[in-house]
C-alpha cells in the first residue's frame, strides 16, 4: 500500500456508503413538486408533525393494555454458577470466589456462586464461602474433598 492512499485528502467512504438526498419542491417535471410526496394535508404533511411510537391516536395504546409480568432479580446479576467439571481448571485445592475469578470461570461483579453437579471431579478440594447442590457436594467428598459452610 503507498503512502499516497493514506493522506486525509484521499479518504472517502465505501462505495455505496453515501446517498444523494432527494431534492424535492423542483416543479411537476421532476415527480416531486408542490406535495413533495407528503400526501395532502394532516399532521404528517407539515413541518415537526409526526406522532410518538405506540401512539394510537388518543386510544389505549398496546403496550398499556397489556399486563405487565416478571422482573429482573438484582441478585442474580452478582450470583454464578459453577459446573462440577469445572473445578479441575482451578489452580490450587482451595475453591473461593477469587479462585474462581482467577480461573476466569466468573465475572468481576460475581460476589456468590454455587457449584452443581454436571461432569467430574478428578482431584481432592477444598470449598470455602461457595454454595453447592446436593449432588455435587456428594461427588466433591467422594473425591476425597471437603465443603465448609
Known amino acids: 500500500m ?3 492512499s493514506l493522506r486525509l485528502n484521499s479518504l472517502s467512504p465505501a462505495p455505496g456508503k453515501r446517498f444523494k438526498s432527494k431534492r424535492v419542491g423542483r416543479g411537476i417535471g421532476s415527480g416531486m413538486g408542490k406535495t413533495c410526496g ?3 394535508k ?6 415537526g408533525g409526526s406522532v410518538k411510537p405506540g401512539f394510537e391516536g ?3 395504546p398496546l403496550q398499556k393494555r397489556l399486563p405487565k409480568y416478571g422482573f429482573s432479580s438484582r441478585i442474580s446479576r452478582v450470583s454464578a454458577q459453577i459446573r462440577t467439571s469445572e473445578l479441575n481448571g ?3 485445592d482451595e475453591i473461593t470466589v477469587e479462585s474462581l475469578r482467577a480461573a476466569d470461570l466468573v465475572g468481576q461483579r460475581i460476589t456468590r456462586a ?5 461432569g467430574d ?8 464461602g461457595v454454595a453447592v447442590t446436593k449432588g455435587a457436594r456428594e461427588l466433591i467428598e467422594k ?7
Open 2 to 4: 503507498s503512502s499516497e
Open 42 to 47: 394532516g399532521q404528517k404533511s407539515r413541518s
Open 143 to 149: 473425591a476425597g474433598g471437603k465443603v465448609e459452610d
Open 121 to 128: 471431579v478428578s482431584r481432592a478440594l477444598s470449598i470455602k
Open 58 to 60: 388518543g386510544q389505549m
Open 38 to 40: 407528503r400526501g395532502h
Open 90 to 92: 482451578v489452580e490450587g
Open 114 to 118: 454455587k457449584i452443581f453437579l454436571s
